[in-house]
């Protein structure tokens, strides 16, 4: 199954939840960034929750292993399903992150390389192969890989087996959906939704891509 995933970058909570509430029958789950989060801060999971969804913390969480437990405590106390680590602070800061997503019931996604174009300057090289290789050492739930470069999704699948992929960079970045679906477990989709006039009907031309 290929979900689609709300990546909800809006700034207002009014606003974020009148989207929400008009996509959420067309969508599998919500991705709150820090542009959500510092605008209405951590509450905004429960204001969320009653849409009945899964909420992912895309808070990229790269710090010591003390400081990833503190923040991803305070990330599930709130009520998300899910948060999004960056694997380049090693493998024992993404293993505090799984630890306290599981403890929660909850799952660990690891960036394995980025969808802009100035991502290759650092995610290249091997070093996506090696994230790879911390989220089977961690027993982290998936990666991040972008749907800019559906070859290196293919490459990282090759890697990581029958973890989760989820994939930003569809619509307002470039990305194909009908191109990236079948690689991915989770299609990342923003601005091509919420930026819509009718966020809904946006929403809804992703269906032909949900299997
Ligand atoms: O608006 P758009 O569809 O480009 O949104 C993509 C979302 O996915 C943004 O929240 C962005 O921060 C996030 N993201 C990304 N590339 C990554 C990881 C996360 O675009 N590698």
């Known amino acids: 199954m290929t979900e689609l995933i709300l990546s909800l970058d809006v700034t207002g909570l009014k606003e974020a939840l009148r989207i929400a509430g008009a996509c959420a029958p067309e969508i599998d789950a ?31 969480v790269a710090d010591i292993p003390n400081t990833n437990t503190l ?7 709130a009520g998300f399903s899910a948060v ?3 694997g380049f602070p090693g493998p024992d800061s993404v293993a505090a992150c799984v630890e306290a997503a599981h403890a929660h019931g909850g799952e660990c996604y690891v960036v394995a390389e980025m969808s802009h174009p100035g991502a290759l300057t650092f995610f290249s090289a091997g070093v996506p192969e ?15 890989a972008p749907a800019t470069r559906p070859e290196r999704v293919r490459a990282l ?17 470039g990305g194909d959906p009908a191109e990236i679906a079948p690689l991915v477990d989770g299609m990342i989709v923003g601005r091509s939704i919420y930026g819509a006039a009718d966020p809904a009907a946006a929403a809804r031309t992703y269906a032909p891509y949900r299997r």
Do not use: H, N
């Open 157 to 173: 699948r090759a890697l990581i087996g029958k973890k989760k992929i989820l994939s930003p960079g569809i619509g307002a970045q």
């Open 84 to 86: 999004i680590a960056q």
């Open 130 to 144: 090696r994230l790879c290789e911390i989220v089977a050492e961690t027993g982290a739930d998936g990666i991040i």
């Open 71 to 77: 923040i991803c405590e305070q990330v599930f106390a």
């Open 30 to 60: 919500i991705k709150v960034g820090y542009p959500l989060a510092l605008a209405a801060g951590l509450g905004i999971a429960g204001e969320l929750a009653g849409f009945g969804l899964p909420l992912i913390a895309d808070f990229k």
